[in-house]
């Protein structure tokens, strides 16, 4: 059973919402999330990475940077920008890109159904980028990044989720990327009491994207639970923000790669390796995408391959068996000597929202060889999580990207 509640939410007037609202935090390098702030104070990014908001050579880790994002979130509060709602309610949030609609239900989750594994992840973390969220959350004593989960499809959900979205919405506008956000409240006590039972009878809720923050949430809620000594459950502590998809909306791009060297051998000698594990056939420039699972393409020498996994080489495993892990294993490793891609500073990784053309300027500055990924799968991501294992690190990459500041939730 998933424990998904609805919450008080501390969201953007509506008049500032196009201004406040923003990428997520960890998609910016620092110099990046400076440029963005510069001139535009309303946005949400400045509250997220609170480094900016000091000179250029401050530690962003130390502790009076997590203080000014606390005092400027509460500051906005106090002066309307954003304001607090009085009735616990769920929240519809509907992304458009290129058309295509993917609507999802905000809400707060439980950190034990983390823990027990109702919501499974399928990434490990890194322990230096939870602490610096732990910190973050703790220190502005709210959640201000949704993580994004997914849900097998819910009949029940998506007709209320239809219904909500005939009535006025609290917010509608476009993003400087073309991304078209919408927002709508359901406070009715029929459709928050339906929609809990509805993901109360799930057995399993998934991680899309967030890991990170999900498990600082849940770090925090330990720390909280273990200050309190005496805790009811119902304390906001023991939930985290997040944002809940049916599965069969979602989209998710091929996650690239790029490698800068070939290990010593000239591109010929490289490609004869390559062909002696794939079936290798020279493709024209309209024709290099792969288009199916089981297909990667390689750019190399200012020209596109398709190269095909050979069946006997398809694994069963869930993880072994996906595009990511095939290149990894049949190729990455064994022919140019990749042996952790978390690690080796020779593999770089480029998401599909990029573009084929980002992996043919790569090879043609700093990069020796390119590979297009087929995209994951996301049975596939279900597979792996309910078998209980992990992906390999960058396999999935989600678009359109959920938008921090316009949902907050109070510890």
Known sequence: MADIRPFFCIRPCREKADKIAALPYDVYSREEARQQTAGNPDSFLNIDRPET???????MYEERVYQKAHDLLWEKVADGTFIKDKQRCYYIYELTMDGRAQTGIAACAS????????IKKHENTREEKEADRVRHVDVCNAQTGPIFLAYRSSQTINEIVEQGKKRAPLYDFVSEDGIRHRVFRIDQDADIHAIQQAFAAMKAIYIADGHHRAASAVKVGQKRRKAQGEYTGEEEFNYFLSVLFPDDQLMIMDYNRIVKDLAGMTALQFLEKVRAVFDVKKALRSECRPCKKGEFSMYLDGSWYICTIREADMPKDPVKSLDVS???????????GIHDPKTDERIGFVGGIRGLEELERRVQTDCAVAFAMYPTDISELFAVADAGLLMPPKSTWFEPKLRSGLFIHEL
Do not use: A, K, T
């Open 53 to 59: 908001q000091f000179p250029e050579g401050v530690d």
């Open 111 to 118: 950190i034990d159904d983390y823990e027990n594994q109702v």
């Open 326 to 336: 095939l290149l990894q294993d049949l190729l990455l490793e064994p022919i140019l």
